[in-house]
Structure formats: structure tokens, C-alpha cells
Antibody
């Protein structure tokens, strides 16, 4: 069974750094892209970027390029999303997802990030 | 970049009646491999999104057959043949043909 398990909710202050994780199991982690999706409170889904763990090929949405870093550690089947300096506007639910049939068939449970002073 | 536009943004439907959501892309979604990577996802309140339809018209595992997808090129439609109470939520189209991938704004399906 394909599973993506994300790290727990985080409460941070503006300016702090953060790295959240997404651990894949039940499939060949290095053979499928993993994407990250943001959902701000009460809003729609926004595609942030994607990584291919096999060779670390990474693509970003222009809206998120330079704002976040996506990485993966294939030795532990885990993808990451990180910020070097959080802003209040980064408050959102973040999902990882991996494709099946050319779209995101499998989703993590989400990680809620709250940034508040 | 490809922009995905959904209509309507809100759809009040009577239980047992059909529902339809449209999605238009700003460019053709036909990939160089011949596939069209247009999918539909459902998000129920408080839950992660769930894939319903991939490559225009293929139902994902476990999706009821009252959901169907159609279209080609830049115009696509999701249809629910008979709406049930569990179908309440927000529906998104998404293109994965080209980077950056993109979602539509979402259509809220609610019961009248």
C-alpha cells in the first residue's frame, strides 16, 4: 500500500527556519516524482514544486522559486520542504503527493504550519 | 505558464440530480507523449484532496462510476450523474502536462 506520512504541525515565529518532511512507503521512492502543494486558510490548492528523488531533479512554481527549498533523501525515502525565514503569510496547510497514472493519486495527511509572533 | 479556469465557482445541487463542472486551460494540455494530463480532484471538508479522474476520463481506484470526465485540448468537464450527500466538497481540475503544474480555482459543490 502506497503511503505518504508527513511530519506534525508546527508553530513558529516570523524569521525562524523550518523543514517539514514527507516519508514514502509501499512503492519505489526513487522512481516517482513527489510534489508539494500549499493551501492557505479557506483557499484553494497551489502547486509549489516537485522533486524526482532518483536524481534530485527539482522544479518550482515561479511563485515559490527562491521562497522555499525542496529536497529529498532517498536513503530514507523522505522528501522535504524548507524555509530559511518564515513569514506570517506562510501560514497554511502543506501537502505532499505522488502520482499514479499521471496525476497525484496519493497524498500525505498534510502538515499545518502556523507562523505568528 | 498554463492557467486553469473553472466554472462555476459554486454549484448548489439537489440530491439525486446531475452536476457538471467545466475547466478550461490557457494552452493545449496534449503532451508530446500523446497523453493529456488533465485530472480532477475532490476535497471534502477537513481532508486532503483525493484523485477522482486522471488523463481526462480515467477513474482512479475506488472512485464510483457516477463520476465521469470528458474533453480534449483545452476544454474539459467533470460530471456527476446523481449527486449524493458525500459528494459535498470542493472540486479542482489540475494540469500535469507542463511545468509549472497548476490547479484550477476550485468549485464548491453544495446541496440545495
Amino acid at each position: 500500500e502506497v503511503q505518504l506520512v508527513q511530519s506534525g504541525a508546527e508553530v513558529k515565529k516570523p524569521g525562524e527556519s523550518l523543514k517539514i518532511s514527507c516519508k514514502g512507503s509501499g512503492y519505489s521512492f526513487t522512481s516517482y516524482w513527489i510534489g508539494w502543494v500549499r493551501q492557505m486558510p479557506g483557499k484553494g490548492l497551489e502547486w509549489m514544486g516537485i522533486i524526482y528523488p532518483g536524481d534530485s531533479d527539482t522544479r518550482y512554481s515561479p511563485s515559490f522559486q527562491g521562497q522555499v527549498t525542496i529536497s529529498a533523501d532517498k536513503s530514507i525515502s523522505t522528501a522535504y520542504l524548507q524555509w530559511s525565514s518564515l513569514k506570517a503569510s506562510d501560514t497554511a496547510m502543506y501537502y505532499c503527493a505522488t502520482p499514479d497514472g499521471g496525476s497525484y493519486g496519493y497524498w500525505g495527511q498534510g502538515t499545518l504550519v502556523t507562523v505568528s509572533s | 505558464d498554463i492557467v486553469m479556469t473553472q466554472t462555476p465557482l459554486s454549484s448548489p445541487v439537489t440530491l439525486g440530480q446531475p452536476a457538471s463542472i467545466s475547466c478550461r486551460s490557457s494552452q493545449s494540455l496534449v503532451h508530446s507523449d500523446g497523453n493529456t494530463y488533465l485530472s480532477w480532484l475532490q476535497q471534502r471538508p477537513g481532508q486532503p484532496p483525493r484523485l477522482l479522474i486522471y488523463k481526462i476520463s480515467n477513474r482512479f481506484s475506488g472512485v464510483p462510476d457516477r463520476f465521469s470526465g470528458s474533453g480534449a485540448g483545452t476544454d474539459f468537464t467533470l460530471k456527476i450523474s446523481r449527486v449524493e450527500a458525500e459528494d459535498v466538497g470542493v472540486y479542482y481540475c489540475m494540469q500535469a502536462t507542463q511545468f509549472p503544474q497548476a490547479f484550477g480555482q476550485g468549485t464548491k459543490l453544495e446541496i440545495k
